[in-house]
């Protein structure tokens, strides 16, 4: 019987980090967990209900009516996103929550919220759980932490693809700008910035397939896992 692990991936915005994180949790028969999206159905309910996160006492309010969890989908073999018993998987794609979302999860009672519900996922460990503060905040005692990069003419042509399938009136120059004003809340928010943690293992994918950064990443894991 193999131990079981917590394996964090954080990085930048586009950088795959949660395909990797899925292929890695299937391959480990591992638990995914996709903190991006969980920020984005606080976004999405804050947006659908009008709260002003501006306002500590609206957040600390809504906050109160939010219920996050993931079901797997046995057609889709994926772990989905629920907030309130509704499934937001797909709604929470959209450009209209990416534009703010960065914005909700630099609120501090939001960071905190969403960091609690996160570590209690990883109490039974067997996790792999994605984001911009996963090694550093939610689990500074991971016993794998990736970090990933890509060059950023990558970064946008990737998220240009993605979004472009779902919406093709979206412009590359508007992913672009999308993109950069993400990178600089997320790295020079108050609370939990993006940074990389001391003991992570830099995974830059610029070059690399799909096929490739797993292979990588599975080799790290099974070192740590034994």
Same mark, same amino acid.
């Given at each position: 019987?193999?131990? +079981? @692990?917590?394996i ?6 586009s950088? *795959? +980090?949660?395909?990797?994180?899925k292929?890695l949790? %299937? ?8 903190? *991006?999206a969980? &920020?984005r159905?606080i976004t999405? &309910?804050?947006l659908?209900?009008?709260v002003?996160?501006?306002?500590? !006492? ?5 906050l109160?009516e939010?219920t996050?969890?993931?079901r797997?989908?046995?057609?889709s073999?994926?772990?989905e996103?629920?907030?309130n018993?509704e499934?937001?998987?797909?709604? @929470?794609?959209?450009?209209?929550v990416?534009?703010k979302?960065s ?11 969403a960091v $609690?519900q ?5 109490? !039974? !460990?067997g996790?792999?759980m994605d984001?911009?503060?996963? *090694?550093?905040?939610?689990f500074? %005692?991971?016993?794998l932490k @990736?970090?990933m ?9 990737r998220r240009?693809?993605e979004l472009?399938e779902k919406?093709?009136?979206v412009t590359?120059e508007?992913? !672009?700008?999308n993109l ?9 928010r108050?609370?939990s910035?993006?940074?990389q ?8 994918n ?5 096929k490739?950064?797993?292979?990588? $990443?599975l080799?790290w894991? %099974?070192?740590? @896992? *034994?």
């Amino acid at each position: 019987m193999h131990k +079981k @692990i917590i394996i964090t991936i954080d990085g930048w915005s586009s950088c *795959g +980090k949660s395909t990797l994180a899925k292929q890695l949790a %299937k391959e480990l028969n591992y638990v995914y967990i996709d903190s *991006g999206a969980m &920020y984005r159905a606080i976004t999405l &309910y804050f947006l659908r209900n009008h709260v002003d996160w501006t306002k500590h !006492k609206a957040v600390d309010e809504a906050l109160k009516e939010i219920t996050l969890d993931f079901r797997y989908n046995e057609h889709s073999n994926q772990s989905e996103m629920y907030l309130n018993d509704e499934n937001v998987e797909y709604v @929470i794609r959209d450009l209209v929550v990416a534009e703010k979302v960065s914005d909700v999860a630099a609120v501090r009672e939001v960071r905190q919220f969403a960091v $609690a519900q996160q570590q209690k996922m990883g109490e !039974k !460990k067997g996790i792999v759980m994605d984001g911009r503060d996963i *090694g550093t905040v939610v689990f500074p %005692k991971a016993a794998l932490k @990736i970090f990933m990069t890509a060059d950023n003419a990558i970064r946008v042509e990737r998220r240009f693809k993605e979004l472009f399938e779902k919406n093709p009136n979206v412009t590359i120059e508007e992913v !672009k700008n999308n993109l950069e004003m993400r990178d600089y809340i997320d790295s020079h928010r108050e609370v939990s910035p993006l940074r990389q943690a001391d003991d992570a293992i830099v995974l830059d994918n610029t070059n690399l397939t799909m096929k490739q950064q797993l292979e990588i $990443a599975l080799r790290w894991a %099974k070192e740590k @896992i *034994g």
